[in-house]
T-cell receptor, first 110, second 116 residues
């Protein structure tokens, strides 16, 4: 069975500082990895994905994620956080079906 | 980008009644659509996967007779919650994929169901 772990329920960071939201996964075979963001009472917005190729993936709104096969991680990063980045972030893995992590609430403090 | 809509965005119904939620892919043909349920401050739980023209595949523990899914066309899937109970109150989110489950899914804005 495939699974995703987001070890931090809450991440706080000051505006302008770099941010990292952690994700580790477990899957048989090659993983397809995704990051989504959810604003209150809204659906999920796609940020980025890793299917194959370069381990550093760049996505929407200045976010990027690095696929690390040896550590089975796919951490989400942004060099300079904005208050508007405050939201709930989900890591997900496929290929059998999209399995989501428990989510990490990111709060960027002004 | 690909857009998925859901209707209604919010619905309140009485116990014992049925509620239908529509999910539409507006600018692409969705070969596969997914229905998720999300409880407050929790992750999304996949309820079922549907392919156009065939029966939906339900996840373990999801009652197929209670949560009826119809994927009648490449742009429309419906979820009907039959004989709703207060414990069915939740946030229901659909998603659609043009390439099957291996690739990115585009999510609808969600439907908040409250059963009184």
């Amino acid at each position: 069975a495939q699974s995703v772990a987001q070890p931090e329920d809450q991440v706080n960071v000051a505006e302008g500082n770099p941010l990292t939201v952690k994700c580790t996964y477990s899957v048989s075979g090659n993983p397809y990895l995704f990051w989504y963001v959810q604003y209150p009472n809204r659906g999920l917005q796609f940020l980025l994905k890793y299917i194959t190729g370069d381990n550093l993936v760049k996505g929407s709104y200045g976010f990027e994620a690095e696929f690390n096969k040896s550590q089975t991680s796919f951490h989400l990063k942004k060099p300079s956080a904005l208050v508007s980045d405050s939201a709930l972030y989900f890591c997900a893995v496929s290929p059998r079906q999209l399995t989501f992590g428990s989510g990490t609430q990111l709060t960027v403090l002004p | 980008g690909a857009v998925v809509s859901q209707h209604p965005s919010r619905v309140i119904c009485k116990s014992g009644t049925s509620v239908k939620i529509e999910c539409r892919s507006l600018d692409f043909q969705a070969t596969t659509m997914f229905w998720y349920r999300q409880f407050p401050k929790q992750s999304l739980m996949l309820m079922a996967t549907s392919n156009e023209g065939s029966k939906a595949t339900y996840e373990q523990g999801v009652e197929k007779d209670k949560f009826l899914i119809n994927h009648a066309s490449l742009t429309l899937s419906t979820l009907t919650v039959t004989s709703a109970h207060p414990e069915d109150s939740s946030f229901y989110i659909c998603s659609a994929s043009a390439s099957g489950p291996l690739y990115e899914q585009y999510f609808g804005p969600g439907t908040r169901l409250t059963v009184t």
